[in-house]
Structures are given as C-alpha cells and as structure tokens.
Nanobody, 128 residues
C-alpha cells in the first residue's frame, strides 16, 4: 500500500495521540499531504494539510491550535500530533496525497473526490 497509517488508539478526553503515515512506492515530496477523518454514516472531514516542502500548513477550524501536522521527507513520513482531544474527535483517520493543499481540501470535501494516494486508516477513539 502506498500509504500506511499507525498510532491510533483509545484515549481519554484531554489526552494526546500522534499519528504516523508512512509512504512508499511514489515520490513523497512531489505531493502535498493531508489528514482527513470519517465517522460511519457521515461525510469525510478534512483535518490538516502540509505543502510538499513543509513550509505551509493549514487546518480545519475545529482542529486549529490542538493538532499539528508535520512531515519528514527524508523518511517519507507524515505526522499528526493531536492534543486536547475531545470525544467528537473520535473517527477513522486517513492520510492522503494531493498535488496541492488546495486540491486536497477540494477532494476530501465531497464523497466522489479521489486523492492521488490514500491509506486504509487508523481508528482514534476518545472517551469522555
């Protein structure tokens, strides 16, 4: 698989988790990378995106100030540090690649959008 997520789990409200996404089989630093999440029965929700060189990041309003996206191009790895987690953050979290962060936000905003690459997801559960 081109993208593999890890680091999900069960955490109490107020706690932290760090998600990792490992890429293989494509040129990682050719792409903007992002995280999105989905709860069964609901639409996908973009979480954060980072430019190919790591110089620009962008967040959904609900995550800004709590989540931090970063990448290590030398290790083909994407990260999402999640702090001050809330029960409403419970979801399956996915990483994905797009040609730009503008494309990423557009593609994850509708169910028919197809990212260049995406992973299988890692479950995050926040208990109250």
């Amino acid at each position: 698989a081109p993208l593999v997520e890890s680091g999900g789990g069960v955490v109490q409200a107020g706690g932290s988790l760090r998600l990792t996404c490992t890429a293989s089989g494509f040129t990682f630093d050719d792409y903007a990378m992002g995280w999105f999440r989905q709860v069964p029965g609901k639409e996908r929700e973009g979480v954060a995106c980072i430019k190919w060189n790591g110089e620009n990041t962008d967040y959904a309003n609900a995550m800004r100030g709590r989540f931090t996206i970063s990448r290590d191009n030398s290790r083909n790895t994407l990260f999402l540090q999640m702090n001050h987690l809330k029960p409403e953050d419970t979801a399956m979290y996915y990483c994905g690649a797009a040609t730009s962060c503008n494309d990423f936000w557009q593609l994850v905003s509708w169910s028919g959008g197809r990212l260049n690459y995406r992973g299988q997801g890692t479950q995050v559960t926040v208990s109250s």
